[in-house]
């Protein structure tokens, strides 16, 4: 682990799939910064334990627990933050992270697919910040840990504005998610509550193994990407701590690419 931080001491996070990939690594990230943090996970139990685990043994971090919940369900992601504010007594920050893909060419994309795709990637996403916004108006403010009420981040994509064939599902829940962002900003912004997406590129986790676990793979993904290494899911724990902490206050409503410049159109380098 790095050297702790503390811009987030005295402060509970959730951050949704927690327990593998982009979100184990906002957790790490948010611990060592000194908040308490929710790892919750979807499946994988034992994983989920042990990136709490890392973080409450660490005496300079903040305490950890993980907890289990589909996040396309109301009555669990309802059941969640409530187990939340009993344990740590409030929730702060909500890092609602939970992503996954079912890919497939249109003509083969069953309902189950695509529905799948937008419960987790969009309503969850919707049902976290409900829940999150509910307990920061509950709690109000409280200056003494942040100059917000509270902070929601959206874990999107870059596909959430380029078009991706045979992810129609992926790219359309990615899009929606801009749209449930800046929504939500303006209509809470002035509650002092802070809204803001992520927008990971191409990062090196379970999801995209395909495109970088061969050197041609890897080879074919640098050329969209004009930084030419692919992303390391730490470059996004530091993006996600820097949203979350006060370092950021007057950033809201704002997608934030972390993506090494794949957004800026590469294939135009020598062409157009
Ligand atoms: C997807 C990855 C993909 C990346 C860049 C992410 O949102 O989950 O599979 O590699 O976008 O295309």
Redesign the pocket.
């Known amino acids: 682990m790095q050297k702790p931080n503390k811009r987030l001491e005295g402060q509970t996070c959730i951050v949704t799939g927690g327990s593998s990939g982009i979100g184990k690594a906002v957790a790490l990230a948010i611990g060592r910064d000194g908040a308490n943090v929710v790892v919750n996970y979807h499946s994988n139990a034992e994983s989920a334990e042990e990136v709490a685990h890392q973080i409450s043994k660490d005496s300079l971090c903040g305490d950890a627990i993980a907890i289990q919940a589909d996040v396309s369900h109301e009555a669990d992601v309802v059941e969640m933050f409530s187990t939340t504010i009993e344990t740590f007594g409030t929730v702060d920050i909500c890092i609602a992270n939970s992503g996954i893909?079912r890919d497939a060419a249109l003509t083969d994309m069953s309902l189950s697919d695509w529905q799948r795709v937008i419960d987790v990637n969009l309503t969850g996403q919707f049902l976290c910040a409900r829940e999150a916004i509910r307990e920061f108006l509950r709690r109000g403010m409280r200056p003494d840990v942040s100059t917000s009420l509270g902070k929601i981040i959206h874990m999107s994509?870059?596909?959430q504005i380029i078009p991706w064939a045979g992810h129609a599902n992926y790219a359309a829940s990615k899009g929606g998610l801009v749209m449930l962002m800046e929504s939500i900003c303006q209509e809470y912004a002035p509650h002092k509550i802070r809204v803001n997406s992520i927008a990971?590129?191409?990062i090196q986790t379970p999801?995209?193994r395909e495109?970088w676990n061969t050197p041609e793979s890897l080879e074919k993904l640098l050329k969209l990407i004009p930084y030419k290494r692919i992303g390391v899911p730490d470059d996004i724990g530091s993006a996600a701590v820097w949203l979350a902490s006060d370092e950021s206050e007057y950033v809201n409503g704002t997608t934030l690419y972390v993506d090494g410049g794949m957004t800026c159109f590469p294939g135009f380098t020598a062409n157009g």
Do not use: L
């Open positions: 893909q994509s870059v596909h990971p590129g191409a999801i995209n495109a």
